[in-house]
């Protein structure tokens, strides 16, 4: 079974920053780029951030872009996302999931072993 646990959320000042976690554990895809994703309170889940597998190309919604930081560490079998300069707009709950390609894309649809989410509440 693949599972992949977010953390690292909570309530941060506007300005202020935050480093999210995704952790994995079983078996997961072969050679699978991961993403980050953020769903607003009455909103729908969008995209944030993603990562190939070889950790060499990253790509970003304009939103984050420069904010924003995504990367990997294989040996830990572990995602990140740096959050810098946090705004109120940014809060959300973070999910993170793997997609069925190594390469890079944005369509929620390719992505799987979604996990539970953290919560990012930005106050202004």
């Known amino acids: 079974q693949v599972q992949l646990v977010e953390s690292g959320g909570g309530l941060v000042q506007a300005g202020g920053s935050l480093r999210l976690s995704c952790a994995a554990s079983g078996r997961t895809f072969s050679n699978s780029a991961m993403g980050w994703f953020r769903q607003a309170p009455g909103k729908d889940r969008e995209f944030v951030a993603i990562?190939?597998?070889?950790?060499?190309?990253?790509y970003y919604s304009d939103s984050v872009k420069g904010r924003f930081t995504i990367s990997r560490d294989k040996t830990k079998n572990t995602v990140y996302l740096q959050m810098n300069s946090l705004k109120p707009e940014d809060t959300a709950v973070y999910y993170c999931?793997?997609?069925?390609?190594?390469?890079?894309?944005?369509?929620?649809?390719?992505?799987?072993?979604w996990g539970q989410g953290t919560q990012v509440t930005v106050s202004s």
């Open positions: 990562i190939n597998w070889t950790g060499d190309n990253t």
């Open positions: 999931a793997a997609r069925l390609y190594s390469g890079l894309g944005v369509s929620q649809a390719e992505y799987r072993n």
